[in-house]
T-cell receptor, first 113, second 113 residues
Framework: DGGITQSPKYLFRKEGQNVTLSCEQN?????MYWYRQDPGQGLRLIYY???????QKGDIAEGYSVSREKKESFPLTVTSAQKNPTAFYLC????????????FGPGTRLTVT | KQEVTQIPAALSVPEGENLVLNCSFT??????LQWFRQDPGKGLTSLLL?????REQTSGRLNASLDKSSGRSTLYIAASQPGDSATYLC????????????FGSGTRLLVRP
């Protein structure tokens, strides 16, 4: 089955610790995205990548970092500099070069105490 | 800057009713508009993608329309069922920020048996 996987589903961390969220896709999509969703709100873009070894900041990149060493993988690190890290994190991907649908993974719920 | 609004924030209807969800956007220079469904605690499922040159798209009991000039889209759900209960989000890809989606905050739909 083709799709996007995110792991883990739930993640708990102490304040001050960095944590890395995994996102893998086997759809052969060039573009990948990370969003953050807070209760009752829409999605806000953290980072996106249109091609391997390249990525751009979204609207709320402060306190986050990413890498794109492989086409299939786009891990997100939530650093201790992120002031309110507790949220639902969603990874997405799409084909490049045209007007295509975005497909989403199942999400990771991060709780920082 | 593109802004996307969805009204109402929540909607409750009896089973079998036809219903319309609304989405409005401030900048008509878009490549496409996408409707998603989100179940509680889950990722987003793409329902329909309407290209800027299209007026509507249909999938089963769902019909989405797009009026670019007025900055509006509607999602029509025919003969609603309890299984349609979910949050519905719309998102636009603007011409000035391609590859990125701007999301509304969603309409939470409850279909009562």
């Amino acid at each position: 089955d083709g799709g996007i996987t995110q792991s883990p589903k739930y993640l708990f961390r102490k304040e001050g610790q960095n944590v890395t969220l995994s996102c893998e896709q086997n759809l052969n999509h060039d573009a990948m995205y990370w969003y953050r969703q807070d209760p009752g709100q829409g999605l806000r873009l953290i980072y996106y990548s249109q091609i391997v070894n390249d990525f751009q900041k979204g609207d709320i990149a402060e306190g986050y970092s990413v890498s794109r060493e492989k086409k299939e993988s786009f891990p997100l690190t939530v650093t201790s500099a992120q002031k309110n890290p507790t949220a639902f994190y969603l990874c997405a991907s799409r084909k490049a070069g045209g007007s295509y649908e975005q497909y989403f993974g199942p999400g990771t719920r991060l709780t920082v105490t | 800057k593109q802004e996307v609004t969805q009204i109402p924030a929540a909607l409750s209807v009896p089973e079998g009713e036809n219903l319309v969800l609304n989405c409005s956007f401030t900048d008509s220079a878009i490549y496409n508009l996408q409707w998603f469904r989100q179940d509680p605690g889950k990722g987003l499922t793409s329902l329909l993608l309407i290209q800027s040159s299209q007026r509507e798209q249909t999938s089963g009991r769902l019909n989405a329309s797009l009026d670019k000039s007025s900055g509006r889209s509607t999602l029509y759900i025919a003969a609603s069922q309890p299984g349609d209960s979910a949050t519905y989000l719309c998102a636009v890809e603007s011409e000035d920020s391609s590859y990125k989606l701007i999301f509304g905050s969603g309409t939470r739909l409850l279909v009562r048996p």
